[in-house]
């Protein structure tokens, strides 16, 4: 089971209706809850299906309506629901019905990063869209601070250590030589991503990254979403990232 998808316990008793997350956190610390059988302690985490007894007496958790959705994310947000200290995040844009759920990205974009986000509270599928394992490929369009060197490619493709990580591209494609600054353009595809994976590729490579955009999720493409803006996603659109 997906840690993404387990709550805190005092959680899941306040949205199964049987008291306040407060006074659930009281019950939990006097002994009177088990989770499968165990008692529990403030502090664990248990999934939603879970067999959660309260003063003896099953409960059954609320579960909620399960939302995944893409923002073209606008530079100067941050991808987190965990720091108290972010000044502003993606989870701001949603509309208020959206952020009184628990929702998270399906693969981050850094602060300065823009573009295609998926945003979820399905932790089974977050879980799939970030593993490597499931090869969903991630594009991105990249503006370098100086002329690309197309015999970098190899370098790129061939993958490098760098502060403690192997970073490597899928594929590298150098913009075609026409128009002002178009050396300096690539489109970039990762079917992975550690943590600011591009960036740090590049600057392994002498290169600095002035501007990166995610444009596409498997067979979802960013288009027609304004900069800060959202789209619910049906089945058949969620299907599509794994195409």
């Keep these: 089971m ?112 823009e573009g295609l986000l998926i945003i979820t509270n399905n932790g089974e599928l977050a879980h799939r869209v970030s593993h490597p394992s499931t090869c969903v490929t991630k594009r991105y369009r990249v503006v370098l601070h100086r002329d690309f060197d197309k015999s970098d490619i190899q370098k790129l493709l061939k993958g490098v250590d760098y502060e403690g990580d192997f970073l490597k591209a899928e594929k590298v494609i150098p913009a075609p030589t026409l128009g002002e600054g178009s050396a300096r353009r690539l489109e970039v595809h990762l079917h992975h991503g550690k943590k600011r994976e591009i960036r740090r590729l590049f600057e392994a490579n002498r290169y600095y990254v002035k501007k990166l955009v995610r444009v596409q999720i498997g067979g979802i493409i960013l288009k027609n979403i304004p900069k800060g803006g959202i789209k619910i996603l049906g089945k058949k659109e969620i299907d599509l990232l794994f195409a």
């Design 2 to 113: 997906s840690n993404l998808e387990q709550e805190r316990i005092q959680k899941l008793i306040a949205n199964s209706g049987y008291c306040s997350r407060r006074e659930a956190e009281r019950l939990i610390s006097d002994g009177c809850v088990r989770v499968n059988g165990k008692v529990s302690e403030l502090g664990d985490k248990a999934c939603p299906s879970a067999d959660i007894f309260v003063n003896n007496k099953p409960i059954r958790v609320k579960k909620e309506r399960a939302v995944t959705l893409v923002m073209n994310k606008p530079k100067g947000y941050l991808c987190t629901n965990s720091d108290p200290f972010a000044d502003r995040t993606v989870f701001e844009l949603l509309p208020a019905d959206l952020q009184r759920q628990r929702m998270f990205c399906a693969g981050r974009l850094d602060k300065d990063s």
